[in-house]
C-alpha cells in the first residue's frame, strides 16, 4: 500500500464555507456543547427566512460549501426543503447532526442531494461517548449512521478530542472503517459554551479544563490520523500548532467564512462567536456591516503568539520558554491538516 498523502490545508483561494446555524434548540446537552442562546437566539429560522437568508451569500459561479447546524437542525421540520433550495443556489451541502436524524430524515432527502451527512460521535463505544453526549446516545447515533450509509449517504464523523476521550481515539477507526465511514475529522475542544463555564467556575466547582496538552495532542492526534488513512479514510485535524518558520495567517483576513446564527449575527471568526464582535448582521433580510468594535479589527493584529483570539480567550493554552517567548504559535482555528 502506497504511503498516504499528508498536507495542510491552506485556505483555499476563492472558496467560501457558510456555516448556517438554523436553530439553537437540542434533544441532547453534551458536555462541551457551545450553543449560546443569549448570543445566539433561541428561535427556529422559518424555511422562508432560511432561503432567503441563503440567497443573500450564494454565489453560484464560485464554490460555496454549507453546513447545516443547529443545535440539532433536523429537529427542524422543514430541513430537506432547505437543502432542495440550497441545492438549486449551487451550494455542496453538508448536515451536521448529533445522530438522532428527526422527522424521518433519512427518507426525505436523496443521497444525490446531500453531499455529506455529518454525525458527531465522541468515543468508540457507549462507556466512553455517552458520558460526554448523553445515555444512549451512542447506540441511536451508531444506528443511524449505519442506515445512512446503507442508505447511499456519504457519511462522515467529527470527534470532538478532550482529556475524556483521547486515549480512545485510535479505536474509531476500525469503527468507521467498518461502518463505511468516508472521512473522519477530529476536532479540538474550545474553551466555550459548556467548557468554557466549567472552566471558568471557581473554588470547589473549578474543574479542570478539557483541552489536552500539546505534547498529548502531538503525540497521539497525527499518529491515528495516519493510522485512519492507511485504512482508507479522509482524516482532517486542526493543526493547532504552528511549526517553526511556518507562516501564520488569520482566515478573517485572507478566506471567506460566515459563522451565521438565528438572531441574524454572522461572524467571521468562530472564536469570537461568544461575543457581540460580529461583522454582520442580518436585518430586514439585508446583510449589513456593523460599525463600531468588531472580530475584524482584531484580525490584522499581528503578536508572538500566532492567533489573537486564542490569546485573547484561552491564554492558558499557550506555553511559554523561560525567556517568556511562546514554545509554538497558535494557528488559526481554521488551518486544517488532511491526509488521505
Ligand atoms: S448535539 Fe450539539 S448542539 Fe446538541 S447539545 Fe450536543 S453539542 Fe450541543
Ligand atoms: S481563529 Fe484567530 S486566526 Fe482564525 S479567524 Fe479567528 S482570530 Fe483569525
Not at 504552528?242 to 441574524?264: H, Q, R, S, T, W
Amino acid at each position: 500500500m502506497s504511503n498516504p498523502t499528508s498536507r495542510t490545508v491552506g485556505f483555499k483561494a476563492g472558496e467560501r464555507n457558510i456555516f448556517f446555524h438554523i436553530l439553537t434548540a437540542c434533544n441532547l446537552s453534551c458536555r462541551h456543547c457551545y450553543i449560546n442562546a443569549s448570543q445566539h437566539g433561541a428561535q427556529t429560522l422559518s424555511r422562508q427566512t432560511i432561503e432567503s437568508w441563503l440567497r443573500l451569500f450564494a454565489d453560484p459561479a464560485r464554490k460555496s460549501n454549507l453546513v447545516f447546524l443547529g443545535g440539532e437542525p433536523t429537529l427542524h421540520p422543514e430541513l430537506s426543503q432547505c437543502i432542495t433550495a440550497a441545492k438549486k443556489l449551487n451550494y455542496a451541502v453538508t448536515v451536521d447532526s448529533n445522530g438522532y436524524l428527526f422527522h424521518d430524515f433519512l427518507e426525505r432527502i436523496s443521497p444525490e442531494e446531500l453531499d455529506y451527512l455529518s454525525f458527531s460521535l465522541d468515543g468508540p463505544d457507549a462507556s466512553v461517548n455517552d458520558p460526554i453526549r448523553g445515555k444512549g446516545v451512542f447506540d441511536v447515533c451508531l444506528g443511524n449512521m449505519k442506515k445512512a450509509v446503507a442508505a447511499g449517504f456519504q457519511v462522515s464523523v467529527i470527534y470532538t478530542v478532550s482529556k475524556a476521550n483521547i486515549d480512545h481515539l485510535h479505536r474509531m477507526v476500525p469503527l468507521l472503517t467498518e461502518i463505511g465511514v468516508k472521512r473522519f475529522f477530529i476536532q479540538v475542544i474550545g474553551l466555550r459554551g459548556e467548557s468554557a463555564v466549567s472552566a471558568q467556575k471557581s473554588g470547589d466547582e473549578r474543574q479542570e479544563t478539557p483541552q489536552v496538552s500539546r505534547n498529548k495532542w502531538l503525540e497521539v492526534v497525527p499518529e491515528v490520523a495516519e493510522m485512519g488513512a492507511r485504512a482508507g479514510l479522509h482524516v482532517t485535524y486542526p493543526k493547532v500548532f504552528l511549526d517553526k518558520g511556518e507562516p501564520f495567517e488569520c482566515a478573517g483576513e485572507v478566506a471567506e467564512n460566515y459563522f451565521i446564527f438565528p438572531n441574524g449575527r454572522v461572524y467571521q471568526c468562530p472564536l469570537c462567536e461568544d461575543y457581540a464582535l460580529h461583522t454582520y448582521t442580518i436585518e430586514d433580510g439585508e446583510l449589513i456591516p456593523r460599525k463600531g468594535l468588531t472580530e475584524k479589527m482584531l484580525f490584522p493584529l499581528k503578536i508572538e503568539e500566532g492567533c489573537v483570539m486564542n490569546r485573547l480567550l484561552q491564554p492558558d493554552t499557550i506555553e511559554y520558554d523561560d525567556s517568556g517567548r511562546p514554545v509554538a504559535r497558535i494557528s488559526c482555528c481554521l488551518l486544517k491538516k488532511e491526509i488521505y
